[in-house]
C-alpha cells in the first residue's frame, strides 16, 4: 500500500507488517520474498520486512515469475525459482563474457553453441 510516496505491505487484517519506506514495492512470491527500491536500490525482503538480498542491486527484472536479473556491481546474474543461479555475465578482461550455472563460459559461443542449463548438484 502506498502512502506519502511510500510503500508498504498490509495484513489480512489491515494492519502493517511492513511499514512504507520503499520507493518502489512489487508482491511477495510464492517463495515469501519481494523485491523493493530503498534509496535509489533495489533488495527483497521478507514478510517481516528483513533483507534477506541486500539493497546493492541498481536494476531487478522480476516480472517474469520463474526468472530475476540481479546486478552487483559490473557481474549480473540471471536467477530462477528460489535463488537458484542459471546465468550471469562478468568483466573478463577486456570483454564480457556469460557462463551457465557451472561457472564455463557459454559466451562468446564455442562453436556457435552456448549452454543454458540449472547447476546440478
Same mark, same amino acid.
Given at each position: 500500500?502506498?502512502?506519502?510516496?511510500?510503500?508498504?505491505?498490509?495484513?489480512?487484517?489491515?494492519? $502493517?507488517?511492513?511499514?512504507?519506506?520503499?520507493?518502489?514495492?512489487?508482491?511477495?512470491?510464492?517463495?515469501?520474498?519481494?523485491?523493493?527500491?530503498?534509496?535509489? /536500490?533495489?533488495?527483497?525482503?521478507?514478510?517481516?520486512?528483513? $533483507?534477506?538480498?541486500?539493497?546493492?542491486?541498481?536494476?531487478? /527484472?522480476?516480472?517474469?515469475?520463474?526468472?530475476?536479473?540481479?546486478?552487483?556491481?559490473?557481474?549480473?546474474?540471471?536467477?530462477?525459482?528460489?535463488?537458484?543461479?542459471?546465468?550471469?555475465?562478468?568483466?573478463?578482461?577486456?570483454?564480457?563474457?556469460?557462463?551457465?550455472?557451472?561457472?564455463?563460459?557459454? $559466451?562468446?559461443? /564455442?562453436?556457435?553453441?552456448?549452454?543454458?542449463?540449472?547447476?546440478?548438484?
Amino acid at each position: 500500500m502506498r502512502v506519502g510516496g511510500l510503500y508498504g505491505y498490509l495484513t489480512p487484517e489491515e494492519a $502493517w507488517a511492513v511499514t512504507p519506506r520503499f520507493e518502489a514495492a512489487n508482491p511477495f512470491a510464492d517463495d515469501g520474498g519481494a523485491w523493493v527500491r530503498f534509496q535509489g /536500490k533495489y533488495g527483497r525482503i521478507n514478510i517481516k520486512g528483513e $533483507w534477506v538480498v541486500p539493497i546493492d542491486y541498481a536494476l531487478v /527484472k522480476d516480472n517474469i515469475p520463474a526468472l530475476s536479473w540481479e546486478r552487483v556491481g559490473d557481474r549480473r546474474t540471471l536467477k530462477a525459482g528460489r535463488g537458484t543461479v542459471v546465468m550471469s555475465i562478468e568483466p573478463a578482461c577486456d570483454r564480457e563474457v556469460a557462463k551457465n550455472a557451472r561457472g564455463e563460459i557459454i $559466451w562468446p559461443e /564455442k562453436d556457435g553453441v552456448a549452454e543454458i542449463s540449472e547447476a546440478r548438484p
